[in-house]
């Protein structure tokens, strides 16, 4: 009977009793929080699931988090063989893991993968190209974990391979769809440890005065890795690379808190401030156009006031007291109450309004927006990334054709329209060509998924002399010329199913057609090329309209889909 009402005061005492590989198995269907939770309900079962003996446990939790982890147990072994600090960053760190980040500008594509690293997170850019053997690709910044499992370390990379910027993580909501470059103020002896809410203010300032405090962060606070460690992997391609990874990322904690997280203080970034000041080349003919610009100020004052007149007679009392003060913070104020300052990277969730897949973006945040990605499931089997080119028969990475053909990388995902039917959208969101023709997130073509089509295929045989067998095929439209470049139009076509899960719309008036195969960009990355990337604060966000490839020096190809 005490037994009994032992077991039902406490029953931490059965879970404990059970083996270890038997409470592993069991974890893995829960989710981290609810093993925090079950740790939360008594001291034993606390002490029982952050001791060694909870290590299956929490490893189990580790591959659920990182389905395909080949080299989990090296990520351990580097986290001081805790697979609860393991756990921990991925838990943090899962708002970025696998998912795809994008900006408008430039027009040909910007689309930034954040895959795993080595006990870190990688973001890379795929660069705008043609088809070859290598995925080319520019680092944009990496996430460590700490000692603690936390995800505090951040590092932005920049135009040589072996400097680095270091920065820090201000938060990372868990639903994060827009990540932030901004600039963190502290206070105190210990910035590191201080907290701000700095970043409420950050996105006050005026645009140049933005631009102008991030760059001078970045000229203050770049360190330089070992030079035996500059051309060591980011991410491991074979277990030969995890010595070599390990010791890269000891440099880099090293380097992080050598340099303070990247906190400069606050007189020398006034400094270099005001030095970038003095080099902005006065006008010459001053005078001149100092009387010219009053006068047109005094013009458009009159006019500012009239149209405030007639405005202001026409709202409410109601309207006006909701009215928003939209005055921008002055960059002195910003820095005067603080001792040092430095970059930070914010994971905030917005509202977004989005069309056909593709979000709205501001056009002066240094933001990069998350793309939504759906899972394939049965009645929806297409979605996912896909890459292809144009033309037939299908380009291959091995080819030695010249010119080479531009790769495409189409995000396909489902909607259901007005009348409820379903259609499949293929949203550009990579173009390699040498000069875009179609906008960034262009909806390349349309299907509707529940109108077979009526034509047939226009080819037999493929490239090696193979038949072509076509599994199904749906009616839709794909994108043409419409009221200039911003507002394509489109033209009727067909998505066609061919053997081996290839894709390929065909446009009826043109007989244009577009080829594509799924693709595992993690895996792509990591056979791929590294290329160098922009300096620090364009290389994350390019916020400059552009219509060609900006990023490196590697050309697209001339191919056009036209």
């Known amino acids: ?306 149209l405030r007149q007639m405005v202001t007679r026409s709202v409410s009392a109601n309207s006006r007291a909701h009215h928003v003060d939209t005055r921008h913070l002055p960059l002195p104020d910003f820095l005067h109450t603080s001792e040092s300052v430095g970059l930070s990277l914010r994971g905030a969730r917005m509202r977004l309004s989005t069309y056909r897949a593709w979000p709205s973006m501001h056009d002066n945040r240094f933001a990069l927006y998350k793309l939504t990605l759906q899972a394939p499931m049965p009645g929806r089997e297409y979605a996912g990334l896909w890459g292809g080119t144009f033309g037939w028969p299908p380009g291959r990475p091995e080819d030695e054709c010249k010119p080479r053909k531009a790769l495409f990388f189409l995000l396909l995902s489902y909607e259901v329209d007005t009348e409820g039917k379903l259609l499949l959208i293929a949203t550009k969101v990579l173009e390699g060509t040498h000069y875009v023709v179609h906008p960034n997130g262009s909806s390349m073509f349309i299907a509707r998924m529940c109108e077979p089509s009526t034509e047939a295929f226009p080819w037999q045989t493929d490239g090696e002399s193979r038949n072509v067998d076509v599994e199904r095929s749906f009616a839709g439209e794909g994108i043409a010329n419409g009221y200039g470049f911003r507002y394509p139009g489109s033209k009727p076509g067909s998505l066609f199913v061919l053997q081996d899960g290839q894709l390929a719309f065909v446009w009826r008036e043109t007989g244009a057609v577009l080829t594509l195969q799924r693709l595992n960009l993690e895996e792509l990355l990591k056979k791929g090329e590294r290329v160098p990337a922009l300096q620090p604060v364009p290389n994350f966000a390019y916020l400059t309209k552009s219509y060609s490839n900006v990023f490196t020096g590697f050309p697209g190809s001339s191919a056009s889909p036209r």
């Not at 059965?14 to 939770?37: G, K, N, Q």
């Not at 991925?90 to 080595?118: D, I, Y």
């Not at 904690?253 to 970034?269: D, N, Q």
Request: include cysteine; aromatic fraction near 4%; charged fraction near 20%.
């Open 1 to 306: 009977m005490s037994s009994g009402g032992d077991l039902h005061l406490d029953g931490a005492g059965l879970i404990l009793s059970l083996p270890e590989d038997v409470l592993a198995l069991i974890s893995a269907h829960l989710r981290p929080r609810d093993l925090l939770a079950l740790s939360a309900a008594s001291r034993r079962l606390r002490r029982a699931l952050s001791g060694a003996a909870a290590d299956k446990a929490w490893l189990a939790q580790c591959r659920r988090l990182l389905p395909s982890p080949p080299h989990l147990l090296a990520w351990r072994a580097a986290a001081g063989g805790s697979s609860l600090t393991v756990c921990r960053f991925l838990h943090s760190a899962a708002p970025l893991l696998g998912a795809l980040w994008a900006h408008q500008n430039p027009e040909l594509g910007n689309l930034v993968a954040a895959v795993p690293g080595f006990l870190s997170v990688v973001a890379a850019r795929a660069i705008p190209q043609d088809l070859s053997p290598r995925l080319r690709w520019a680092p944009v910044f990496e996430l460590l974990a700490d000692a603690h499992g936390r995800p505090a370390i951040l590092f932005l990379h920049g135009h040589q391979p072996a400097d680095l910027f270091p920065a820090r993580l201000a938060s990372l909501q868990p639903h994060a769809n827009v990540l932030f470059l901004e600039a963190q103020t502290h206070q105190g002896e210990d910035p590191i440890a201080s907290s701000s809410s700095s970043h409420h203010h950050f996105p006050r300032l005026a645009f140049a005065d933005r631009r102008r405090l991030l760059d001078s962060l970045v000229a203050a606070c770049r360190v330089t890795l070992p030079p035996d460690l500059v051309a060591a992997p980011l991410f491991a391609r074979t277990d030969e690379d995890l010595p070599l990874l390990a010791a890269r990322r000891e440099a880099m904690l090293r380097l992080h808190r050598e340099a303070g997280g990247g906190m400069v203080r606050t007189p020398e970034v006034q400094g270099l401030l005001l030095l970038d000041a003095k080099k902005k080349p006065a006008p010459s003919d001053g005078g001149e156009r100092i009387r010219l610009r009053r006068s047109l100020s005094a013009v458009a004052g009159y006019v500012r006031n009239s």
